[in-house]
């Protein structure tokens, strides 16, 4: 989808020239100002195509063609008709925000190359003539349920994906874990995370008692007890790194695998109806990648999380990062 980005020159900044202006006033790379250059009318100061190089003026507008309109991610095939509807929580022109039912894959793979939460993405944006390449932020295991968002452009998606690095995107998740943990502790795991040597589908945590193998990457996860019986325990969860199957290893490490996870872990389980890993990414906040204000996402509590809703404290996902 074609996307332009206009800005206003501060006075502030001055003396500059164009390129320099679309640096620090736009938070461009040079990389993206190179690339608007070899675009039709790429970079245009008050509507005359301009070089980078060119000295510019308080008031002048400056535009730059970020992307072109273009098919975008057209070969995602038409979404099956059996998956339910896409669930909005959030939208603008460079954010689409979803809520993902467990059961979905995030990308087409295997067997899923009509049934996937991108199929469905790519398809609601084609019907509304928005011409996207579609960029999920991040993904979510098949059972996993909860928030994905995804960018409608390069920029935007670069951007975000750098919040992963710089901490300002933020993803908090509630688990239900076997076994008793004490209510309101807090808890760290630190163990580097990689393929399972037993099992091709499972990824492994080693401690430093292990030999650790080269393909191993490192994983931090933080969790708080928000309520605990000596059969289970419902925890929120943040993430420093987001490796494969994280969440699910590290407590499956700590002797607490998530319930209903057969993978690493305990078969369903009937006292909450559990017919997949209990985990659901309930809150996400991230810095908007061009208005630079914070926004805030809930998804609800899923029916098979509702009977625990009245151990929930609903705060923002920031409370729990600022415990650690």
Request: proline residues 7%; hydrophobic residues 35%.
């Amino acid at each position: 989808m074609e996307h332009i980005l206009k800005i206003i020159v501060e006075e502030q900044y001055l003396p500059a020239t164009a390129g320099r202006i679309l640096q620090i006033q736009a938070g461009l790379t040079r990389h993206q100002i190179s690339s608007a250059k070899f675009r039709p009318g790429g970079i245009t100061r008050n509507g005359i195509q301009c070089r980078v190089t060119e000295s510019v003026l308080a008031g002048d507008t400056l535009s730059i063609r970020l992307e072109d309109s273009s098919p975008g991610s057209s070969h995602l095939q038409q979404p099956s008709e059996i998956l339910p509807p896409l669930r909005v929580l959030y939208e603008d022109r460079d954010v689409l925000a979803v809520d993902k039912p467990s059961g979905l894959v995030t990308h087409p793979s295997g067997k899923h190359y009509n049934d996937s939460l991108s199929n469905q993405v790519y398809w609601y944006l084609h019907q509304k003539n928005e011409e996207v390449t579609v960029r999920s932020i991040g993904r979510l295991d098949r059972e996993t349920s909860g928030v994905v968002i995804f960018a409608k452009n390069k920029t935007s998606a670069a951007r975000l994906q750098a919040q992963n690095h710089t901490g300002d995107y933020r993803k908090e998740y509630l688990a239900v874990l076997s076994g008793f943990l004490p209510a309101n502790s807090q808890h760290t795991v630190q163990q580097p995370i990689g393929p399972d040597p037993d099992d091709p589908r499972k990824r492994k945590a080693f401690s430093h008692l292990d030999r650790i193998p080269p393909e191993c990457q490192s994983a931090i996860t933080h969790f708080q007890v928000l309520y605990g019986t000596p059969e289970w325990s419902l925890v929120s969860l943040i993430l420093d790194t987001g490796r494969t199957h994280q969440i699910r290893v590290h407590m499956k490490a700590l002797g607490h695998p998530l319930i209903g996870d057969t993978l690493y872990g305990l078969s369903p389980d009937s006292s909450f109806s559990f017919h997949r890993a209990a985990l659901h990414a309930w809150h996400v906040s991230f810095i908007h990648p061009f208005k630079n204000n914070r926004i805030f996402l809930e998804s609800a509590l899923p029916e098979d999380f509702s009977p625990l809703e009245k151990y929930v404290t609903n705060k923002p996902v920031s409370t729990l990062l600022n415990n650690y």
